[in-house]
């Protein structure tokens, strides 16, 4: 069975920053392309970053350039995301999600097949 755990969710000041990960177990984890995505309160939910399974080709919404780094470490099974530089704006739940083994990247909500519980971010103004 898949399962996807985030943790290192908050409350934080804008400014301030936050890393994110999530701890992956019952699939093939370093043949996995990693996603993050998030949700606003009452909004949709949207893509944030990717990065291959190899971790040699990273994607970031706008949004998020320069202030978020993806990373993964395939022999802990775990995918990060160092968030700097908060703003109110970030706020949301923020999900972790896999696509199948030896998938593309992809920024397609639709296109990955498992997903983590999520974990509250908070940045206060």
């Known amino acids: 069975q898949v399962q996807l755990v985030e943790s290192g969710g908050g409350l934080v000041q804008a400014g301030g920053s936050l890393r994110l990960s999530c701890a992956a177990s019952?699939?093939?984890?370093?043949?996995?392309?990693m996603g993050w995505f998030r949700q606003p309160p009452g909004k949709e939910r949207e893509f944030v970053a990717g990065?291959?399974?190899?971790?040699?080709?990273?994607y970031y919404v706008d949004a998020v350039k320069g202030r978020f780094t993806i990373s993964r470490d395939n022999a802990k099974s775990t995918v990060y995301l160092q968030m700097n530089s908060l703003k109110p704006e970030d706020t949301a739940i923020y999900y972790c999600?896999?696509?199948?083994?030896?998938?593309?990247?992809?920024?397609?909500?639709?296109?990955?097949?498992?997903w983590g519980r999520g974990t509250q971010v908070t940045v206060s103004s």
């Open positions: 999600a896999a696509r199948n083994t030896y998938d593309d990247l992809s920024i397609r909500e639709y296109e990955y097949n498992y």
């Open positions: 019952g699939l093939t984890f370093s043949r996995c392309p």
């Open positions: 990065i291959t399974w190899g971790g040699r080709a990273i």
